[in-house]
């Protein structure tokens, strides 16, 4: 198990009912040693886990008691989190991992819509800005409609076709521009 780049993605719940049994077997056989890299975050988290699950106490009294015991003792935010979901589902792994994916999905979501909203702000405001620049130059530009028919993807319909005498700009096809605007 990854404890420093990649502890949000590494999964100790999956490892917590092996290592509870190792646990469990040392310490009837007269003591165990959990250890780690460094003694701080991963060997502490499962000791937390054990201490959760046989004492029937919360992450933090868990953290307290191991942090009074080893002062170094500092487990990472992604073993937390999973630690604490272990918690709410009352020892039980799998549907501490079913919380944690409904965590995910629900997080996911707030973003993909709080992303929509921003390209949408975005897209209002450059069609702001665009709307004004368009204002501003529409006296150095030649306007042109013509009818054609089949030709919008609506069917039948205008089609404009702005040309502008600005050397900063070029000829722009609305239909086939990012807005797809038919009249």
Same mark, same amino acid.
């Given at each position: 198990?990854? #404890?420093?780049? =990649? !502890?949000?993605?590494?999964? /100790?719940?999956?490892?917590?009912?092996?290592?509870n049994? @190792?646990?469990?077997?040392?310490?009837e056989?007269g003591?165990v040693?959990?250890?780690?890299?460094?003694?701080?975050s991963?060997?502490?988290?499962?000791?937390?886990a054990?201490?959760?699950?046989?004492?029937?106490?919360?992450? #933090?009294?868990? =953290? !307290?008691?191991?942090?009074? /015991?080893?002062?170094?003792?500092?487990?990472?935010?992604? @073993?937390?989190?999973?630690?604490r979901a272990?918690?709410?589902?009352?020892?039980?792994?799998y549907?501490?991992q079913?919380?944690?994916?409904?965590?995910?999905?629900?997080?996911i979501y707030?973003?993909?819509?709080?992303?929509?909203?921003?390209?949408?702000?975005?897209?209002?405001?450059?069609?702001?800005?665009?709307?004004?620049?368009n204002?501003?130059n529409?006296?150095?530009?030649e306007v042109?409609?013509?009818?054609?028919?089949?030709t919008?993807?609506?069917?039948?319909?205008?089609?404009?076709?702005?040309?502008?005498t600005?050397?900063?700009?070029?000829?722009?096809?609305?239909?086939?521009?990012?807005y797809?605007?038919?009249l």
């Amino acid at each position: 198990i990854r #404890d420093s780049f =990649y !502890s949000d993605c590494s999964n /100790i719940l999956s490892c917590i009912p092996t290592t509870n049994i @190792f646990i469990e077997a040392g310490i009837e056989n007269g003591g165990v040693l959990v250890h780690c890299f460094g003694g701080k975050s991963r060997s502490a988290a499962f000791v937390c886990a054990y201490m959760m699950s046989s004492l029937s106490i919360s992450f #933090d009294e868990a =953290y !307290s008691i191991l942090k009074a /015991i080893r002062p170094i003792v500092d487990i990472n935010s992604g @073993f937390e989190y999973q630690l604490r979901a272990y918690y709410i589902a009352k020892c039980d792994v799998y549907l501490a991992q079913q919380l944690l994916l409904r965590c995910r999905i629900r997080n996911i979501y707030k973003l993909r819509v709080e992303q929509t909203q921003v390209q949408q702000q975005q897209q209002q405001q450059g069609l702001e800005i665009e709307t004004n620049k368009n204002q501003s130059n529409m006296m150095s530009a030649e306007v042109n409609t013509t009818a054609q028919n089949n030709t919008t993807p609506a069917g039948k319909g205008l089609f404009l076709d702005i040309t502008t005498t600005n050397n900063n700009e070029s000829k722009m096809d609305i239909e086939h521009s990012e807005y797809n605007i038919c009249l």
